[in-house]
């Protein structure tokens, strides 16, 4: 059966908008103008063709994948090193164990921390430790897992075990999307399930990433323990 015009230039709409990462439900209907049944009945048949991935209350374009963290670090640099900059505020002198998630924005807060022999860091990110790894600078200790090949990250089983016996004074943790009164969104419950699980073992947490990331839709999210910082460019954000 034919798919009459109006239809089909919305379903390319959505095609379109699914490129960029995953869309809530009421979000395209929002942005479409239209209902959400509406939606959900072109999802479901994009779906069915093979041109989306449905999510959780949503959906993704088929062949997207997160951008690579060598592309990544080449984006918003100029509000990264300032969410570094700023994030340095949160190392005082008084500050001895910290953690440093995987990511673009986490590597630049490393490079600021070479000369901090007073600190431990643990990481999951290869380029954290490896930044970091130098004479005189922080005891750096990698948890293991098994690594993203997007993130340089580690996650999983054995990831989970070592995070669930440390403590840290700071959190610092990056993210694909914010949201002051949920916490942070990932692309894989992996993801999500090992920021949560470091976020209960710090006594401060503190979320990086530009504000571009705020409102953004995403397969998984980890909620946050009361108090959570959210740092952008411009400085710190409030969160519920």
Known sequence: MAVRSGTAKRRDAIRSRLKSGAWSIPRLAAELGTSESTIRRDLRELADAGEVIRTIGGATAAGYVEPPLGQRMEQQAE??????????????????????????????????????????????????????????????????????????????????????????????????????????????????????????????????????????????WAPLPDGWIWIDETGTRATG
């Open 79 to 220: 509000a990264k090193d300032a969410i570094a900059a700023h994030a340095l505020s949160h190392v005082s002198a008084q500050v001895r164990t910290i953690f440093l998630d995987a990511g673009s924005t986490t590597v630049r807060v490393a490079e600021r921390l070479r000369d901090r022999d007073d600190l431990t860091v643990i990481t999951r990110g290869l380029e954290i430790a490896l930044t970091l790894a130098h004479p005189n600078g922080p005891r750096v200790t990698m948890v293991g897992g098994e690594v993203s090949t997007l993130s340089h990250g580690t996650t999983g089983a054995l990831s989970d075990h070592a995070l669930a016996r440390v403590h840290v004074d700071v959190a610092f943790l990056g993210a694909d999307a914010v949201d002051p009164d949920v916490g942070i969104g990932e692309p894989t419950l992996a993801e999500a399930r090992t920021k949560e699980l470091i976020a209960e073992r710090a006594r401060s947490v503190v979320v990086l990433a530009d504000s571009s990331k705020s409102g953004r839709e995403v397969a998984a």
